[in-house]
């Protein structure tokens, strides 16, 4: 009856340990698929991590073609500027070009004039030949006329003679009586001769009173009042054409004048961009110094934060080495905290004098306060917070938190899928031992069939009873060692209830970074939208980037600065956080360092918004930078302007040589030809150099004050950033030393697993060698 029972009851253990078997092959089972899935996740992380760094590199080309979107709206302004100037040329241009027309038609008219002048010149020489040929034979004609009156006196004179004489021969005629035919002959002879004279003396008369109504009356004074009518036309045509030609000579000086001083003003213009360069040069060397002294500083302060780190990790070694106790721990962690809060309260008193001597900063310090006021209230509202702000940050910045949080839950899932394969392993071995302990049951049950036949023989085979007896003592001892490994199997079982738990937490860590993902896909689908359309406008920026290539290469350089200072910050803020979620373990694990590690948080809030007070200061100094990139290119597109005003007044100082030279063949001037653009083009320069002076003035005091304001914060910001790291250096050796101790105690508890399963193992061995 004893062995049936036994029997039984080994049957009984046997269903059990079947049962326990199929259980834990379910649980392998699903162990295998839940590490099929956690391999799945895994290449699911790395795919997301490669995306993660495409996201990185989409992101720096969306800052870089958003910087271009600026430039490509600058330049956008700069070439409305430009084509206006350009209007305001070509009208002026087509306003020379008028001028210069008028010029050259005014010139051919002179030609004209000129031509007609010189013909009518010769007319007149013509009719001063003709007039004087005529005056000529007036003169001829009126001389043989008194030659003709002298004779017509003379044959008067010889006639009255002649009378006088017959009338003296008719006297001695009458006196002698007596007159002979010689005397009548002679009487005869000269009465006719008389007659003749007289006859001829009548025809010259007529003749001269012919000749003077011809000459005086008819030809010679109608000729003369013609052409004196005519030389007074001509005269005043002359008069006027001298006139005109004075006009377009003063017209032609004016333009030659204005020209001159085109050339002067453009000289001028020149040296003042000379200047200009000269200043812009010597405050690009003056800011490429200060930023090269930062860089040191910065450096330094990289060094020293590494001197310090490195003497704190051997203090903390030392520590760990020397505080054995806990008691003694813990109060020599209260004495430090204590200490570091001295020189917190100390460091703090400080900065309110500081704060107090620096005037402008009282409005970041009221809004540090105030936030510091709101962030007092608890740790949850401190994490709150901080997650509001660094979702306020800018995009990059919280991408990269996104992705060092991605990164530890991977790390977290791997360390998870590591212990699941660890504890899949223990299982595997629990499983062969299960397979063992049920090869031993089957030659118990082929001992408990030998022993029913040895009932039959009971009374023949005591002896062998005594030993069956011997045997059932010694499978009670087997039974309890049995019901042992239930036990050891049970807290399997809990620790494998625990890892399934710990799986479906990782599940639904998994299922937050597939919603992460997801999110990051659709931001990656409206990044990838973004720059397509970004590199269609690169395609018309392709043209511009051609006169930027050395501003992009000093650009470049002072981006890689700001992303090497940018992961620097990230690293902090990566550290400060991992910091803060060992504040938090340590305060779930430790309930008498809570108070103290309040007031820690509580001074951390305070240098959290030192921190953030650095971050405001670091988007300054970008801001900054991104003036100085646009002062520059100003100043480039100021040189560019400046070279084609330089080139169009070269080509219409080319335009108006060309003009004068014309014009000097004419014989005009040209100082009439640009008086009405002297007046526009002097306003428009002086409005060139009054805006180039204005600028140059402005951007030198903005960035004169913003770098004396960035120096004072930078050297605030160093100082808050020292103290939060000598915090969180201490904060973080005391959470080592309990994650050390956390780590001594699991794996106590590991190896205490360990021998147990050993002994079962032995003890599994000699049941099967018995």
């Known amino acids: 009856d004893e062995k049936a029972e036994s029997i039984l009851e080994y049957k009984d253990e046997l269903d059990q340990t079947k049962l326990v078997v199929s259980k834990l092959r379910q649980e392998n089972v699903e162990l295998a698929q839940d590490a099929r899935s956690a391999r799945a996740w895994r290449d699911e992380a790395d795919i997301l991590r490669e995306r993660a760094g495409r996201v990185e590199a989409l992101e720096q080309e969306v800052i870089r073609y958003r910087d271009k979107m600026a430039d490509i709206e600058f330049y956008k302004t700069r070439v409305e500027e430009l084509r206006e100037d350009n209007r305001i040329l070509v009208e002026t241009k087509e306003m020379l070009e008028e001028q210069l027309a008028s010029s050259r038609r005014r010139a051919e008219q002179v030609l004209d004039l000129e031509n007609n002048i010189l013909e009518l010149k010769q007319t007149i020489n013509q009719i001063t030949i003709e007039r004087d040929a ?19 006196k003379n044959s008067l004179g010889e006639s009255a003679t002649l009378a006088a004489q017959l009338d003296h021969l008719r006297k001695a005629q009458q006196l002698s009586n007596n007159g002979s035919s010689v005397g009548s002959d002679l009487i005869g002879d000269a009465q006719a001769r008389v007659l003749k004279l007289q006859l001829e003396n009548q025809r010259l008369e007529a003749e001269l009173e012919q000749v003077k109504r011809d000459s005086f009356m008819s ?112 109060q020599s962690q209260v004495s430090h905290l204590e200490y570091e809060k001295q020189q917190l309260n100390r460091l703090t008193d400080r900065l309110r004098e500081s704060a107090d001597k620096l ?152 299922a937050g970074m597939e919603k992460d993902r997801n999110e990051l896909e659709n931001e990656n689908t409206k990044l990838q939208r973004t720059v397509e359309t970004l590199k269609l406008s690169t395609k018309k920026l392709n043209e511009l980037e051609r006169d930027l290539t050395d501003m992009e290469g000093t650009n470049d350089r002072l981006d890689r600065e700001n992303k090497s200072l940018h992961k620097e910050v990230s690293r902090l803020r990566t550290a400060m956080e991992v910091k803060d979620g060992l504040i938090d ?58 070279v084609s005003e330089k080139v169009k007044t070269q080509q219409l100082t080319n335009q108006l040589d060309s003009l004068n030279s014309d014009l000097s063949k ?103 060698e018995e």
Not at 595 to 613: P, Q, W
Request: glycine letters at 0%; aromatic letters at 2%; hydrophobic letters at 30%.
């Open 219 to 330: 030809s010679s004074a109608d000729k003369l009042l013609e052409l004196e009518k005519e030389n007074k036309r001509l005269s005043l045509k002359v008069t006027s054409l001298q006139e005109l030609g004075q006009k377009d000579k003063s017209l032609l000086l004016e333009s030659l004048e204005e020209s001159e001083r085109k050339h002067q003003e453009t000289q001028r213009l020149h040296q003042t961009i000379n200047t200009v360069k000269t200043n812009s040069q010597r405050h690009i060397d003056e800011l490429q110094q200060e930023n090269t002294h930062l860089l040191d500083l910065i450096e330094s302060l990289r060094e020293r934060q590494k001197k310090t780190t490195d003497t704190r990790l051997l203090d903390v070694e030392t520590e760990n080495k020397k505080l054995t106790d806990v008691n003694f721990q813990l």
């Open 666 to 768: 004419l014989g005009l001037n040209a100082t009439n030809v640009t008086a009405p653009n002297s007046d526009s083009d002097k306003d428009r320069y002086k409005a060139l150099e009054s805006m180039l002076e204005e600028t140059l003035k402005r951007s030198v005091e903005v960035r004169e004050e913003k770098i004396a304001s960035l120096e004072s914060r930078l050297t605030e910001s160093v100082n808050r950033n020292k103290e939060l790291r000598n915090q969180f250096m201490d904060v973080r050796s005391e959470l080592e030393s309990l994650r050390q101790r956390h780590q001594e105690e699991d794996a106590s508890l590991s190896e205490d697993v360990t021998r147990e399963v050993t002994k079962l193992r032995d003890t599994l061995y000699r049941t099967a």
């Open 134 to 152: 005529d005056r000529e034979r007036l003169q001829e004609l009126m001389e043989e006329n008194a030659q003709l009156h002298l004779s017509t």
């Open 585 to 642: 373990e340590a305060a779930s694990k430790t309930s008498t360092l809570e108070r103290d590690i309040k007031r820690l948080n509580k001074e951390a809030l305070h240098l959290r918004g030192s921190d953030n007070r650095v971050r405001e200061l670091e988007k300054e100094k970008r801001e900054i930078e991104q003036q100085i990139i646009t002062e520059r290119k100003t100043l480039n597109c100021l040189r560019e302007d400046l």
């Open 359 to 510: 005037s402008e900063v009282e409005h970041q310090k009221a809004e540090i306060e105030r936030e510091n006021k709101d962030l007092s209230r608890a740790v949850s509202a401190f994490r709150e917070s901080c997650e509001r702000h660094e979702t306020l940050e800018h995009d990059y910045a919280s991408l990269e938190v996104e992705y060092s949080r991605v990164s530890k839950m991977l790390n977290n899932t791997k360390e998870t899928v590591t212990k699941l394969e660890s504890a899949q392993s223990e299982k595997m071995e629990l499983q062969s031992e299960v397979e063992r302990l049920n090869r031993t049951l089957e030659s118990l049950r082929s001992s408990s069939v030998r022993l029913a036949d040895l009932e039959t023989e009971k009374e023949s085979q005591a002896q062998q009873l005594t030993l069956l007896q011997k045997q059932l003592v010694t499978l009670k001892a087997e039974r309890s060692r049995a019901e042992q490994l239930e036990l050891d199997l049970l807290s399997a079982g809990n620790e494998v209830q625990k890892k399934n738990r710990s799986l479906e937490s990782v599940q639904k860590k998994l």
